[in-house]
């Protein structure tokens, strides 16, 4: 399963060991890819079966279902997952990232990379995930990284062909990671746009969510295509004004991710959103949904920081007032579509 080695890489070096936190879709799927690349991969989570299944029969039946794992250590036990970790990969929902990884600061090994899959913007701080990862395990850039792009968890789970991007501010440490998870069936490609590649992550879970609302009130193609490419608009403004690189917005984790997550009935916040343009109450949709959908609790993040600089996001807002109960989901087409006339590249 794995991609051949570098010419450079040492062909008797000791596999890289990784430690992934968060036994969930995601967290389980990463860890299989790192395992395929040959690396010993530790997976920890809170449910003792769950690791326990992981550790003697490679098996997830919880989160991945059917899915038989290549062999991975399991625990409960963040102490024996950190251990001699020089990766750590972080796979909790983004509201519990802070107080997870702050019980395990002590723990992590002084030169590990911390790398982050997750896709959300912390409520009340308004901050992206490697900003959380730094602030709580005081870690400078080129020890944290972010890897994020059309990855289902599902599909990757089947070892279907996809891509991905890992970003950090040091490129050297984006390979280092992207060496540990390249496999056959998953690419990454390096970015130094640390702030454009999460944005995209986060806010395509809004968007996300506004196209399965439009699918559960009936509407087409025409409306999801719309959404998607209003959407990029909307992701690219904040971003810019974040300043993130404008090329990132065209690649995997934007466009790319993007189009998976509007189009696919595997993505969680696509499924919850369409629960809810079905008729179902955001409390029924959240349950009905299963899984962490980070667009719910991330909108409210989102917009804050759009309001602080001054970026229109029209998509943004309006999903934040039909979750919030302000706005009739039966009138957020109309209020989009009535929005005043303006030029489709005036930005
Ligand atoms: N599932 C997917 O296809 C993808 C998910 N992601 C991102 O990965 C992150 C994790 O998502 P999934 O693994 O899919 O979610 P999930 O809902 O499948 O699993 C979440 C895991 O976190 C654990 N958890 C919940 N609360 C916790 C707490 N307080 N402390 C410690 N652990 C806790 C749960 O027990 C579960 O094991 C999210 O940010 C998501 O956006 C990124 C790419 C793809
Ligand atoms: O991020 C994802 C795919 O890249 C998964 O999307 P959901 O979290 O909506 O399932």
């Given at each position: 399963m794995s991609a051949p080695a570098p010419l450079s890489a040492p062909l008797t070096a000791a596999p890289t060991k990784v430690a992934v936190l968060g036994a969930g879709s995601m967290g389980t799927t990463f860890a299989m890819v790192l395992a395929d690349a040959g690396c010993d991969v530790t997976l920890w989570g809170r449910d003792a079966a769950v690791l326990d299944a992981v550790d003697r029969t490679h098996r997830n039946e919880k989160y991945l279902p059917g899915v038989q794992l290549p062999a991975m250590h399991g625990t409960t036990d963040p102490a024996v997952a950190l251990q001699g970790a020089s990766i750590v990969v972080v796979s909790v929902p983004s509201q519990v990232a802070r107080a997870t990884l702050a019980s395990m600061k002590d723990l992590v090994e002084p030169d590990a990379v911390v790398v982050s899959l997750m896709k959300g913007v912390e409520l009340g701080t308004d901050k992206r995930m490697s900003q959380v990862i730094a602030e709580v395990l005081d870690l400078p850039d080129e020890r944290v990284a972010i890897v994020s792009g059309p990855n289902l968890a599902p599909e990757i789970a089947e070892r279907q062909p996809t891509a991905t991007v890992v970003a950090s501010r040091s490129e050297a440490t984006a390979q280092r990671v992207a060496a540990a998870c390249w496999t056959g069936y998953f690419r990454p490609y390096t970015n130094t746009d640390v702030v454009g590649v999460e944005l995209c992550g986060a806010v395509k879970n809004i968007i996300a969510l506004a196209a399965g609302m439009a699918q559960g009130r009936g509407f087409g193609w025409n409306t999801?295509?719309?959404?998607?490419?209003?959407?990029?608009?909307?992701?690219?403004?904040?971003?810019?004004?974040?300043?993130?690189?404008?090329?990132?917005?065209?690649?995997?984790?934007?466009?790319?991710?993007?189009?998976?997550?509007?189009?696919?009935?595997?993505?969680?916040?696509?499924?919850?959103?369409?629960?809810?343009?079905?008729?179902?109450?955001?409390?029924?949709?959240?349950?009905?949904?299963?899984?962490?959908?980070?667009?719910?609790?991330?909108?409210?993040?989102?917009?804050?920081?759009?309001?602080?600089?001054?970026?229109?996001?029209?998509?943004?807002?309006?999903?934040?007032?039909?979750?919030?109960?302000?706005l009739p989901l039966s009138e957020l087409a109309a209020t989009l579509l009535a929005r005043p006339q303006k030029s489709e590249v005036a930005g």
């Open positions: 999801i295509a719309t959404l998607i490419t209003r959407g990029l608009v909307e992701i690219t403004r904040l971003g810019l004004a974040l300043g993130a690189d404008a090329a990132t917005f065209s690649g995997l984790a934007g466009m790319g991710d993007l189009t998976a997550t509007c189009a696919s009935p595997l993505s969680r916040n696509h499924r919850l959103g369409k629960h809810f343009g079905e008729g179902l109450t955001l409390e029924e949709a959240i349950a009905a949904t299963g899984g962490t959908a980070e667009g719910v609790k991330s909108s409210q993040s989102v917009l804050e920081l759009a309001r602080a600089h001054d970026v229109e996001m029209p998509i943004t807002a309006g999903v934040v007032d039909v979750l919030a109960g302000k």
